[in-house]
């Protein structure tokens, strides 16, 4: 079973960055496609980026603002959010795949984290 914690949420000002982690337990852990959703108050739970082998994708709303990366000796994931918006507030899940293909939809991610919150004020 892989195991699966956030951190690094907190509140931030608009234009602010903040960069969050998600430290994975698991011996195939270089194996997975690693991927941030995010839910806001009220909101359906949407991706937010992902990583796997044959690149890396981003949601229209945080590309170019957000980077994700990964450090498979650390079997640690990382979300590098800059130029927050107000609207990217929300909770921010960290998620597993298996499998480094097929879509990026939160029903086919295998391993989910507790999530960590962002907050970003005006």
């Known amino acids: 079973q892989v195991q699966l914690v956030e951190s690094g949420g907190g509140l931030v000002q608009t234009g602010g960055s903040l960069r969050l982690s998600c430290a994975a337990s698991?011996?195939?852990?270089?194996?997975?496609?690693m991927g941030w959703f995010r839910q806001a108050p009220g909101k359906e739970r949407e991706f937010v980026c992902g990583?796997?082998?044959?690149?890396?994708n981003y949601a229209d709303s945080v590309k170019g603002r957000f980077t994700i990366s990964r450090d498979n000796a650390k079997n640690t994931v990382y979300l590098q959010m800059n130029t927050l918006k107000p609207e990217d507030t929300a909770v921010y899940y960290c998620?597993?795949?298996?499998?480094?293909?097929?879509?990026?939809?939160?029903?086919?991610?295998?391993?989910w984290g507790k999530g960590t919150l962002v907050t970003v004020s005006s």
């Open positions: 990583t796997r082998w044959s690149g890396d």
């Open positions: 698991g011996r195939t852990f270089g194996n997975l496609a």
């Open positions: 998620a597993a795949k298996r499998r480094a293909y097929g879509p990026w939809s939160w029903s086919d991610m295998d391993y």
